[in-house]
């Protein structure tokens, strides 16, 4: 069905928030996910569940293989559907590849204002992220659409990994460098497109980085130097860095001065055009982070701005850096960088 689409409205207008920025602040998750998580010890096979926020479930089916399953689904980070899909997809299956997992299969999760969307749109949404699933080499094999107020769409992905591969996020050593595959300020950009002040190039810049499937996670996995991985989404780097110090009863150093940043944001910042979930995000976990005497408003917001597909964060021994580098360069990760380290001291993140 063919319909007009030059009266369709913004999609970032049909949401409240958009991409990773939806997501519950992670006081409140926690506290909601504490009244109903079952004791683990019920599902001796169950390697990864809800006990260190890791990114997806790990269910052990025989000492080869375990089976890698997580959810992710969001509103519109962008107006251009095609793009919208494509972002989403990518953001959902790298919950697969920060656990160490290979992508086997997809299901779709859909909600549209049916009448208030030209079908057309709809349909582009759906090619996006199937194109994404086609890229990672899966099918795209079903799912689930129901008429909803706002748009939503995303994944639930399924994987596969070897258990004496799979890396959790609690893993980390002390001693460890961390790696950042990708550039931060997805949410800054984003929030800078709702208000018509992004440029094409930043554009550009935002859904490349985005839509750049965190592949070298299969990889990482089988090195021994990594000891633990995750991906920097909604909580941001200093709410992610935070699961990593916690899991592992150490202190995250973060510096400053060498995290990765896409074109234009350090502007915005200075700005004061950021997303409302940094600031829920720094009422959440704030009070477990150290800030140098130099960090400013803008580089607070920077260091918790909400990341929509962001890139894997690698906790590994300071020999194996160059290898895990390189990695990420022969795979079209050219930003990554090594952007502090872990220590003895007490679960929190110290930024300087």
């Known amino acids: 069905m063919t319909t007009d689409t030059s009266q369709a409205p913004r999609l970032t207008s049909l949401s409240h928030g958009g991409g990773c920025g939806c997501k519950i602040a992670p006081g409140l998750l926690a506290e909601l996910i504490g009244k109903s998580a079952l004791p683990k010890q019920f599902f001796p096979d169950l390697l990864v569940g809800t006990e260190t926020a890791d990114d997806a479930a790990v269910y052990r089916i025989n000492d080869e293989q375990a089976i890698v399953a997580t959810t992710d689904f969001f509103m519109p980070i962008v107006d251009d559907p095609y793009d919208f899909g494509r972002i989403a997809a990518t953001n959902a299956l790298s919950d697969i590849y920060a656990m160490g997992g290979q992508p086997l299969m997809a299901l779709a999760i859909v909600g549209m204002p049916i009448n208030v969307l030209p079908h057309d749109t709809i349909a582009k949404i759906l090619e996006g992220g199937e194109s994404v699933c086609r890229d990672a080499g899966i099918p795209l094999a079903g799912g689930h659409s129901i008429d909803s107020v706002e748009p939503i769409y995303g994944l639930v992905g399924i994987g596969i990994v070897n258990p004496r591969q799979m890396k959790r996020n609690a893993d ?8 950042l595959g990708k550039p931060l300020g997805v949410g800054i950009l984003s929030a800078a497109l709702k208000k018509n002040l992004l440029d094409e190039a930043g554009y550009r810049a935002m859904v490349e980085a985005t839509t750049l499937l965190n592949r070298p996670g299969t990889a990482l996995g089988k090195m021994d130097g990594v000891h633990a ?15 990593l110090a916690r899991g592992a009863g150490l202190t995250a150093r973060i510096d400053s001065r060498s995290l990765p940043v896409l074109p234009t944001v350090q502007g915005f910042a200075e700005q004061g055009v950021i997303t409302g979930a940094s600031g829920r995000n720094w009422a959440s976990y704030g009070a477990q982070v150290a800030l140098g005497a130099g960090i400013t408003d803008a580089q607070r917001a920077l260091l918790t701005d909400p990341q929509t597909s962001g890139g894997l964060l690698v906790s590994c021994a300071p020999d194996v850096a160059d290898q895990v580098l390189a990695l990420f360069a022969e795979q079209g990760f050219g930003s990554a960088a090594i952007v502090g380290r872990m220590e003895a001291g007490e679960p929190r993140v110290i930024v300087d």
């Open 172 to 179: 980390a050593r002390a001693g460890d460098v961390l790696i």
């Open 229 to 243: 991985l995750t991906d920097v989404t909604g909580f941001g780097l200093l709410g992610h860095g935070l699961e």
